[in-house]
């Protein structure tokens, strides 16, 4: 299953009211998502797609079309099932 950077987008924009005007390539640091924002959009993600994603690989992803890749390569690792 691949996820796509508007996934990432919907799934954050949904549920984190600040967040609801990103885009798929603007960087979390340009839009000012702090520490607590990236823990909870980590938390949203992991929730959403049944993997678990954290608010380091999401800083270190740094747009939602990057942490979509993140995603997706973490779905493809899990076992069929």
Same mark, same amino acid.
């Given at each position: 299953m691949e996820i796509t950077a508007q996934d990432v987008v919907e799934a954050i924009g949904s549920t984190m009211d600040? *967040?609801?005007?990103m885009g798929? &390539? &603007?960087?979390?640091? &340009? *839009?000012d998502i702090d520490s607590l924002s990236l823990v909870e959009a980590a938390v949203i *993600?992991?929730?959403?797609?049944?993997?678990r994603v954290d608010e380091f690989e999401l800083a270190e992803a740094g747009t939602a079309s990057a942490a979509a890749t993140v995603v997706t390569r973490k779905l493809a690792l899990q076992p069929a099932g």
């Open positions: 600040e *967040l609801n005007h798929p &390539d &603007d960087s979390f640091a &340009d *839009l *993600l992991s929730n959403k797609f049944g993997v």
